[in-house]
């Protein structure tokens, strides 16, 4: 099992950053096991893809609409994932979910439905 939370949101004007943090526990396997991927969800919409990390860190991966912007990171000693987010704009507000996956192959990082575990998300609101 792994369990995964979130932290660090909240509400930021625009041209403002947060570091959004997913602490994550996991019984039988290490946290370098794990591709982690970063989503969101705004109200009546699909949730999305952002950005995805290789088991080693070593490859990252994000959406068009986000590069540049943000920067996903791992620190494996303290089985954490980051989300650096700078220059926020009001479409990035939503909810913010980190996900696990120890199968998902590296072509499969963007979809979600390939990641087991979630976490319970937090919000991000960026105001104009």
């Known amino acids: 099992q792994v369990q995964l939370v979130e932290s660090g949101g909240g509400l930021v004007q625009a041209g403002g950053s947060l570091r959004l943090s997913c602490s994550c526990a996991?019984?039988?396997?290490?946290?370098?096991?794990?591709?982690m991927g970063w989503f969101r969800q705004a109200p009546g919409k699909e949730r999305e893809f952002i950005a995805a990390?290789?088991?080693?860190?070593?490859?990252?991966d994000y959406v068009d609409s986000v590069k540049g912007r943000f920067t996903i990171s791992r620190d494996i000693a303290k089985n954490t994932v980051y989300l650096q987010m700078t220059s926020l704009k009001p479409e990035d507000t939503a909810v913010y979910y980190c996900a696990a996956d120890q199968q998902t192959p590296w072509a499969a990082r963007r979809i979600g439905n390939e990641y087991d575990y979630w976490g319970q998300g937090t919000q991000v609101t960026v105001s104009s």
């Open positions: 990390i290789s088991r080693s860190g070593g490859i990252t």
């Open positions: 996991a019984s039988g396997r290490t946290f370098s096991y794990y591709t």
